[in-house]
């Protein structure tokens, strides 16, 4: 069978959300990092939606929703919320990546009915340092990305523009989540990049001692866009544990590189 591909977008509380929807199954959200978009998706999408329908939004402000600077974290998980009661009638599985895996915290700790399994990818919300500390680091992301995205990277970041990546970067590195963290009650598995220098192993180590009953794993090799560097080792870790749930299977990744 054909997958479905959509691309669309939907008005929610004043919240223009742009998606794309692919695949049959159990709805997946898929939430993009900071000046990111749908496209950062582009090696994981094919995996996912053979087993989910799969949901990529594009936040205000970043990939092709260009508007007013973007929401604050926590509107953006509340209009996420909504986005699962009226598009994917949820509970749905959700990913976040970096920023989008901060608002996923946000997501599942409060409003942990609509949310099935957490897959928390480099996320941020530990890491509070000055903005001009990150931007030091910010070249030497590109140099542990894999092949193929520097395009995409330089590409959304325009999109993005300056003022956006600065106001939404300004509020991450000063938003700390722990208490958050200690909230969620849904099954969540923490990835990390070996060697992501934004958001290093150490913090995924803390998110998952924060978090009961969580589990985490490391991506040998893989930097700070993890699902792009080791796509192959990210799909096949995440639909584990996804499916866990649909197959009757006990699942556990004990913290070790896969």
């Known amino acids: 069978m054909r997958r479905k591909h959509v691309v669309a977008s939907i008005q929610i509380d004043y919240t223009r959300l742009l998606y794309e929807q692919t695949g049959h199954g159990p709805p997946l959200l898929l939430i993009h990092g900071l000046s990111g978009s749908a496209r950062w998706w582009r090696r994981n999408i094919p995996a996912l939606a053979q087993y989910f329908t799969v949901y990529a939004v594009e936040l205000v402000g970043f990939g092709a929703n260009r ?3 973007p929401l604050p974290l926590r509107r953006s998980a509340d209009t996420l919320a909504m986005f699962i009661e009226r598009l994917a009638q949820g509970p749905a599985y959700v990913i976040g990546h970096s920023m989008g895996g901060h608002i996923a915290t946000y997501l599942a700790a409060e409003h942990p009915q609509l949310v ?43 999109r993005a523009g300056a003022l956006n990546l600065f106001f939404a970067a300004r509020e991450l590195l000063a938003d700390d989540v722990s208490a958050m963290l200690q909230r969620i009650t849904v099954p969540t598995l923490i990835v990390s990049g070996e060697r992501d220098v934004l958001i290093p192993p150490g913090s995924g180590a803390e998110q998952h001692a924060a978090i009961r009953g969580s589990e985490y794993a490391v991506l040998p090799g893989a930097g700070h866009i993890l699902m792009w560097d080791e796509a192959e080792r990210f799909n096949r870790l995440v639909l584990q544990f996804l499916l866990a749930d649909e197959q009757g299977q006990g699942y556990q990744a004990n913290g070790r590189e896969v």
């Open 67 to 69: 508007g007013p600077q």
């Open 116 to 158: 099935k399994r957490l897959v928390l990818a480099a996320a941020s919300g530990l890491v509070q340092e000055p903005l001009i500390n990150m931007a030091v680091r910010l070249p030497r992301v590109a140099r542990h990305t894999g092949r193929g995205f520097g395009t995409t990277l330089v590409w959304d970041a325009a």
